[in-house]
């Protein structure tokens, strides 16, 4: 048991849109990223996805609307739900999602990333 600095741990990288592990529990993995820019549409068959901004503004582009985050808020995009987040500027972000999500989904492309890190 142990606690965790959200600040010391993303000041540990600087890539977007790699997602680093920094807990578990119940089948669950929480896990920190930096975003910056568009990615790509995707959605996740058997997962949920909760997206909480620690700090810039995230829109979670869904295909009938919009959801725009500010720094404290958070969303949650159900399974089978077709999203596309978007960050104009660098924004920091806790995901929280089952450890068998794939950060694309049920796409595969060059943002994939298969082993996730620890930190």
């Avoid at 529990?25 to 997206?51: I, P, R, S």
């Amino acid at each position: 048991m142990r606690k965790v600095n959200l600040t010391e741990k993303l000041a540990l990288f600087s890539d977007h849109w790699k997602p680093r592990i920094v807990g578990e529990l119940n089948g669950q993995y929480v896990k920190l990223a930096k975003l910056a820019g568009e990615f790509d549409w995707h959605k996740h068959t058997n997962e949920d996805e909760l997206f909480l901004v620690l700090a810039g503004c995230l829109v979670i582009r869904l295909r009938d609307r919009d959801v725009r985050l500010e720094q404290g808020e958070f969303f949650i995009v159900p399974q089978g739900v077709e999203h596309k987040p978007v960050a104009d500027q660098e924004t920091h972000v806790l995901l929280f999602e089952p450890v068998s999500t794939l950060n694309t989904g049920d796409r595969r492309s060059d943002r994939t990333v298969e082993d996730l890190q620890w930190i």
